[in-house]
């Protein structure tokens, strides 16, 4: 069975970054189309960066410019490296596929920001 596992998360200032990581395990991910997947209060998940197997990459116009997702299919890990963070990036964070293949959810992890 695949498990998921998101960290990284945590409180940041405005203006701060953080890597956050999603580790698999039960399936090779260097097949797969990946993403990051966020989901703010009182809003829908929604995919905020995915990457191919050959890393062409993808992002949402709200997180282009800041964030970078990347793979480090040896260590099958999917990383979201999130720079300028602001208060509209308070959200829980998912990683999951974002192709034609998904797996159940994992916990996900909280990234807040606030001064």
């Known amino acids: 069975q695949v498990q998921l596992v998101e960290s990284g998360g945590g409180l940041v200032q405005p203006g701060g970054s953080l890597r956050l990581s999603c580790a698999a395990t039960?399936?090779?991910?260097?097949?797969?189309?990946m993403g990051w997947y966020r989901q703010g209060p009182g809003n829908h998940r929604e995919l905020v960066a995915h990457?191919?197997?050959?890393?062409?990459?993808a992002y949402a116009d709200s997180v282009r410019g800041r964030f970078t997702i990347s793979r480090d299919d040896a260590k099958n890990t999917v990383y979201l490296q999130m720079s300028n963070l602001n208060p509209e990036d308070t959200a829980r964070y998912y990683c999951?596929?974002?192709?034609?293949?998904?797996?159940?959810w994992g916990q996900g992890t909280q990234v807040t920001v606030s001064s």
């Open positions: 990457i191919s197997s050959s890393r062409l990459t």
């Open positions: 999951n596929g974002a192709g034609e293949t998904s797996w159940p």
């Open positions: 039960g399936s090779d991910l260097r097949f797969f189309i």
